[in-house]
């Protein structure tokens, strides 16, 4: 399997839409990824399955000055296990740092192990707790961080 990673199109809001409605309990309406393909200050990264032309993860980030914040990574349920989530993230960062960023920041549930493997495995330090940052359930937030200083 070859994965392709890039940023949206407006001809993947649908798709990338319906894979944010399969992977959280609270996603993000269509309308958000409407905007984000013409935004300046984000991005929608995507994986894409080169054989198949399927979009099976994706992935946000927000900058703010020289910081990225990492939101909505998801890799369809059928994919993962396979490194895209891995590929995909760094994908991010790497174009992100060429525009500037040099750090990087995301949230993630304290009880998603596989996800904190992923980030811990590109670079990521957990920085603490955010209380009841989640809902649907209700759980806190771990919040980590990715600094460029420290890879270098």
Same mark, same amino acid.
């Given at each position: 399997?070859?994965?392709?990673y890039r940023?949206?199109?407006?001809d993947? &809001?649908?798709e990338?839409s319906?894979?944010?409605?399969s992977? *959280?309990?609270d996603?993000w309406?269509?309308?958000a *990824?409407?905007e984000?393909?013409?935004?300046r200050?984000?991005? #929608?990264y995507l994986?894409e399955d080169?054989e198949?032309?399927r979009?099976?993860?994706? =992935?946000?980030? *927000?900058r703010?000055?020289?910081e990225?914040?990492?939101?909505?990574?998801a890799?369809?349920?059928?994919?993962?296990?396979?490194g895209?989530a891995?590929?995909?993230?760094?994908?991010a960062?790497?174009?992100?740092e060429?525009m500037?960023?040099r750090d990087f920041t995301l949230?993630?549930?304290?009880?998603n192990a596989?996800a &904190?493997?992923? #980030?811990e495995? =590109?670079?990521f330090e957990s920085a603490g &707790?955010?209380?009841?940052f #989640?809902?649907?359930p209700?759980?806190?937030?771990?919040?980590?961080?990715?600094?460029k200083?420290? &890879?270098e």
């Amino acid at each position: 399997m070859s994965i392709i990673y890039r940023t949206i199109t407006a001809d993947d &809001i649908d798709e990338a839409s319906e894979l944010e409605q399969s992977s *959280f309990a609270d996603p993000w309406p269509r309308s958000a *990824f409407e905007e984000i393909v013409d935004k300046r200050d984000a991005d #929608y990264y995507l994986a894409e399955d080169e054989e198949t032309g399927r979009l099976v993860g994706g =992935c946000v980030v *927000f900058r703010i000055i020289d910081e990225g914040d990492i939101m909505n990574v998801a890799v369809n349920r059928d994919y993962r296990g396979r490194g895209i989530a891995t590929g995909l993230i760094r994908y991010a960062m790497e174009r992100n740092e060429e525009m500037g960023i040099r750090d990087f920041t995301l949230e993630v549930r304290v009880s998603n192990a596989p996800a &904190i493997r992923v #980030y811990e495995k =590109c670079g990521f330090e957990s920085a603490g &707790i955010r209380p009841g940052f #989640y809902d649907h359930p209700k759980e806190d937030g771990l919040v980590m961080w990715r600094y460029k200083e420290d &890879i270098e």
